[in-house]
């Protein structure tokens, strides 16, 4: 079933390029319009769908589902809460916060390693881009 | 004669203290990435495109092709001393480099790699010297529909060399392909595919992309795993090869690098599979083929000295066509745009200081890189100690921090993570990631000359069949798009089939 699941999502994907590239409109052969690849990329990506989901319907002997572990998605939330809340709450707070969840969950720790492991990365890191590199972050609460 | 004063021009250029400084840190770095376990070389580049903003385009570029050809060398460290590559195109090194580190001959094991490598790279560097000017002052006269033919040429000989599924791999290059038209129509500055977000009307930044897909995601997929970095106990001494050792490398080491060198310069082949067709090569003319995977000094000097001048063969077609052949090449066409270079035919006469400058940096840097890698090898072998739990999370906030740094804004931190996200699923998934990253770099040329061609010829697509050279690459492109329906051989497959074996 795992080709009929890309399938299904690359379906969805063509569907969208198809209409979205029609209402940009396509233009015709001797003047091709802004939606005129993506038209073709769109019906070619569709084709290759339909057969991902007729090749995938009946399930191989011994293929198991993906699944995907809990560490993985932890890390993901992590990772996009980090880009949402990181002008609100500032750079060092932020990267310290997902550092120690990072630390965390690749490997237990006692926890004032963990903290302090995750204090001098985010430290190293703020001196590295902030002051040598002038990257300028957001400051947050601890600008205000 | 040109040539030479050519290169003396370029070594002025580099032999500046900073250019030194710069080629010193790019070989440096792309040996780290080599030895590194999960950071390849073109999550790297784009890691560290973003600090170079500030420095001079053709310093910048110094650094950055000092990481992709740096990398080739230090992948066999990890190869033959954990038996874990630290680059695809070290996979190969680890069925004999491991097997001799084990008889404690590791030091011959890493000796033969990095002469093997330097002796590649230097031929590699000379062909790359000859050949691309002379491609360039040809592609002179390529129109739209050419460029339209090597574009697609490159796209499908992508997909034919992947290993998985032709299906799999054509649908990512038409994803990439799809997502090469978001942002501005360059025509009719119509926006296409941003849903009215202004990040997005530029297109996806090739640096968010690489990072996601080739850096993040690999972290995503191992984190909390843990993975054997267990060090052979093993004295590394006589690091200089015999005699006999030379003679059994000789041959291999020439095969590899001119097979290495010739198939870099095609899409799609790039470093890691020339190792596994010289590997198989190797094998096969071997007189005791029964000596390979027991620690056969062959099994390695072919394969290292055919990544690295696989690495030389790609700058040809990307510094002489602006055609990138494979991930690290697509990351590098990206940056030379990003620091304001225009890639293409016109860029080695209107850049002369790029061009040899980079070429006299890489005769430099292979020297550097000899240097690094054979006297300082206990230096990359107590790297090796470091945990993975704690290099993955530093390599995690570096490509953070980087994707920040672009623009100074968390959008674009948020686009990484979405693409790291979309990078772990095509892991998991069975999804190449190459013909997706080569085709969105190529797109934006592709679609270019396929409406400009189809403008010219009133909207006829004869017209890539009636031009002489755009119909050999229409041609060479279908027998390689049809032929996988006739058969399942192809070469991707069957090499890694041979080495498996």
Redesign the interface.
Known sequence: MREAYSGFFFLGLAVLAIVESLRMGTGTMKEPGAGFLSLSMGLVIAVFSLVLIIRGWKPEPGSRPVKHSVTTIIALVALFAYSLIMDRIGFVIATFLLVTVLFHLAERRRWWVLLGMSALVTAVAYLLFGVVLKVYFPEGILGS | MEALNHLIYGFGIVLQPANILFCFLGVFMGTLVGVLPGLGSAAAISLLLP?LFHVPGVSAMIMLAGICYGAMYGGSTTSILVNIPGEVASVVTCIDGYQMALQGRAGPALGIAAFGSFIAGTFGLIGLMLFAPLLASFALRFGPPEYFALAFMSLTLVTYVSKGSV??S??MG??G??MS?VGM?P??S?S??TFGLTALLDGFEIVYVAMGLFG?SEV??N??ESMNQEILQTDIRHLFPTRQDWKDSAKPIARGTVVGFFLGILPGFGSAITTFLSYAMEKKLSRHPEKFGKGAIEGVAGPESANNAASSGTFIPLLSLGIPVNVSSSILLGSLMILGFQPGPLLINSRPDLFWGLIASMYLGNVLLLVLNLPLIGLWVQLLRV????L???I???C??GA??VN?S?EG??IM?LF??VG?LMK??K?EGAPLILALVL?PM??NS??RS??MS????WIFFTRPLSLVFMVVSLVFLISPIFTHERIGKIAIETVEE
Do not use: A, K, Q, W
């Open positions: 600090t299906i799999r054509l649908m038409c994803v392909l799809l038209t129509d025509i009719t119509t296409r595919f993040l995503l997929l984190l909390g945990p993975y739990s704690i993955g999370v530093l995690v906030i570096f953070e921090i920040f740094s100074s968390t931190v948020l993570n790291g996200l772990y998991r998934y999804f797109g592709l679609e396929l409406r189809l403008m009133e909207g006829s697509p």
